[in-house]
């Protein structure tokens, strides 16, 4: 990992990362609220989720989405030259990842949701959202396969003890969630070691919002293009 950043890759590279830890611990009481029927389903993971269980669940993941790609951009400034290759990597996962997700929630919100409340659906079957069994449900596990990858891409390039040993932990145990995301559904129950996602993912997010915040910042000269230490925060 580089010894220092620019003051605006620190600043957004800790913002991106603390607002997609609280999106992704918002969606994780939303999921805990739906598979407990709270929202309006029977509950389970099996359950359709009501339009109040869209807004609930959708609107965090759809942001975390944009927050994500922002995040692992970021984090590619941090590689040093002869890992930058799995940064750059991972930013190209990380893209995939935010299209695909912020595709499926949008018409998921947008279209879907407000069908649903009203009884249109027809027209609408190609676009439903049914746990294991519909095209947007595939969709979703791509995306967040992808997603997996490009932690599991970042983590490589976190070598260090303290912070960085537990960012490559974490970041490395979300990337091993791969095969029970991706063939959940062929086989339903592996969604239940999938849901590890639920801590793995926001703990490896929290762990980078604190690299950035700590890391040191230096500033460029305008005239010259040259680097020069100004500091660092501890």
């Keep these: 990992m580089v010894s220092a950043i620019s003051p605006s890759t620190r600043a957004l590279g800790f913002w991106s990362a603390a607002l997609a830890t609280v999106f992704a611990l918002t969606y994780d009481v939303g999921q805990i609220a739906e598979w407990l029927g709270w929202l309006g389903s029977n509950g389970g993971p099996e359950s359709s989720s009501t339009p109040l269980g869209f807004v609930v669940l959708l609107t965090p993941s ?3 989405g944009s927050a994500f790609l922002i995040l692992v951009v970021c984090v590619n400034q941090l590689a040093t030259p002869d ?6 990597t991972a930013v190209a996962f990380a893209t995939a990842y935010a299209v695909l997700v912020s595709l499926n929630y949008y018409v998921l919100l947008t279209l879907v949701a407000p069908r649903l409340a009203t009884g249109r659906v027809a027209g609408i079957e190609p676009f439903l959202f049914t746990p294991f069994d519909s095209f947007l449900y595939s969709v979703d596990i791509l ?5 997996s990858v490009a932690t599991l891409l970042a983590a490589r ?5 303290g912070l960085e040993r537990r ?12 095969p029970f995301l991706a063939f959940q559904i062929y ?4 969604i239940w070691i999938a849901a590890l996602w639920a801590v793995t993912f926001p703990v490896s997010t929290w762990t980078l ?7 040191p910042s230096r500033m460029f000269a305008p ?5 020069e230490q100004v500091g660092s925060a501890a």
């Design 62 to 64: 759809l942001l975390l």
């Design 83 to 88: 890992r930058k290759i799995w940064t750059q």
């Design 143 to 147: 995306g967040y396969t992808f997603m």
């Design 157 to 161: 390039i976190f070598t260090g003890d």
């Design 167 to 178: 960012a490559r932990f974490f970041l490395t145990a979300n990337g091993l969630l791969i």
């Design 187 to 190: 086989f339903h129950r592996l």
């Design 209 to 215: 919002a604190l690299i950035f915040r700590r890391m």
């Design 223 to 227: 005239a010259t293009g040259m680097a």
